[in-house]
Structure formats: structure tokens, C-alpha cells
């Protein structure tokens, strides 16, 4: 059976290469080397930033890049792509669609470090601004609120666990927070193009906009005297997380209507944010 179309927006350019199976590419093979003299073959045996130019983002990964060419909302650039990479993703490329082939060790020239790229790397536009009144009317849903989160691996892992537990979005202040970035995505394993990412300039304010929409918010704090199976209502939940270590600001704190901790054994001091929030939206989402 054909696998289906990926419904990929904003493609340019021409491709020179159809192939047997109706899909069309950017250039054969045999072609690759020639075109990689630009951007990665400045880095000649060195490693990339996983930056990508004029305000676009670079992703990588398979669920990472797949979640994005299927996201409508999604305008993408180019495509890197050993035919392996290809051959991974479920459905076929539009036949306008352009591919750049490589090998895997260019690929690696384009991303962080030594992030695994699974033979894909998608350069596409960053997602549209989000608006946290669109995201929350009519949903009972949970938001997830980070104060001042600024790893990009745990800020991607919550909003897989996000994803996982079906919560309305995150919501960050737009400084004093990562920029959207491939690490992000990697870490989100797709559920950076599923859960709306809302970017307010006061988180305060943002807090008290859900509680004008009857969210209650519980602040996660690790001396908090109440647990959270005993802080959560019947109602709405805004998680309200801080950062490691800093945990959250004495202005959020007083914003929340409640702070909890979770029950766990004096043997460890504490959890990872990002565990942190996978165990509350569980708890959020079993009560």
C-alpha cells in the first residue's frame, strides 16, 4: 500500500529528480557533494550550532521533523535528508517538495553537537504567536505554567508529558525562557506541534487571567506542608513550576492559591522539573 501524502507547506524551489515512486527530490545522489560546499562545507570537520539563518528554526529527529512537515500550521524551508531518513517517515513528500540529500556526518554539521538527527533535518519558520485566552476558553483541560524554566531539554520534556496527559498548553514568560529551537523539539518527540506554546510578557498577569477563567493554581514547591493530591480541586488545574534549584519567584507564589509538594522519600532532595510535571499531570489527570 502507498503511504499518504505529508501535507508540507511553503516548499520552494524546483527539484531536478523524480524518483520511481512518483516522489520528487531536489538532486541525485550523486549531486550532494557539490551542493554541500555552502553551509556545511564551511564546517568541514567541525560541528554545527543546529542554528538556522534569517530567523528560521532548524529541526531534527524523526518524530521531531515528522510532527512538523504533518503540522498544517507549519511553513517549512528545506529538508536534509539521508534516504533512509526519507524512507522513515510516514507518508510520502509532495512531489514539490525539496529534499537535499547527504550522508549522515554532513547532517551532523547542521545540527547540536552531537544531537542524534536520524538521518533528518527540516528548516522551517517558527510557529505563529500564541494568546492565552484562545487556548483556554472552554477547556478544563490543564496549563502547565513555568517560572523562569530555562533548560531547553526540560522545557521540550514537559511538553511531551503535556501532550501525554492532554493539557491545554504551557505557558512561559517570552523572556527569562528558551527560544523554540531543535533541542526543544527533540525533547518534545513531536508535542512541540501539538501543545500551543503561550509567551506572555507577565506571568503574573497571566495567572490572574486564569483565575478569571476559574483555573486553580497550585505552585509546585518542595517544603510546601500540603501535598498535591490534597491541594487539587474538582476544577481546572494551572500547574504553576519553577525553575531547578531557584524554584518559583515570590511574586508567582503569592499568585497561586495554593502550593504543594510531592510525597517523595527523604532519600532524594528533589525531583527534575521536568519529572516533576509528568507526575503532577498524572495526578491531575487520575484524581
Known sequence: MAKRCLPVNGATGRADLTDQKGCTHAMAKGE???????RAGRMQGG???????????????????????KNPDRVHRKLWATREGVASLDGELPQDFTVEYADG?????????DAPHQGLVLECEPLAD????????????PVVVLDQVTDPHNVGAILRSAAAFDAAAIVTQDRHAPPESGV?????SGALETVPWVRVVNLA??????????????????????????ALPAGPVALVLGAEGAGMRANIVSHCDAVASLPISEAIESLNVSNAAAISLYAIATR
Do not use: C, P
Open 130 to 141: 500564541q494568546f492565552l485566552k484562545d487556548v483556554i476558553d472552554g477547556t478544563g483541560r
Open 32 to 38: 550532494r557533494k557539490r551542493a554541500y560546499r555552502g
Open 184 to 188: 526543544i523539539a527533540k525533547s518534545a
Open 105 to 113: 556526518h554532513d547532517l551532523a554539521r547542521l545540527v547540536a553537537g
Open 205 to 230: 498577569r497571566a495567572l490572574e487571567e486564569l483565575a478569571e477563567h476559574d483555573f486553580w493554581r497550585i505552585g509546585l514547591a518542595g517544603d510546601a506542608e500540603m501535598n498535591l493530591a490534597e
Open 47 to 69: 560541528r554545527g550550532s543546529g542554528k538556522a539563518a534569517g530567523g528560521n528554526v532548524r529541526l531534527w529527529g524523526r518524530h521531531a521533523v515528522e510532527a512538523a512537515l
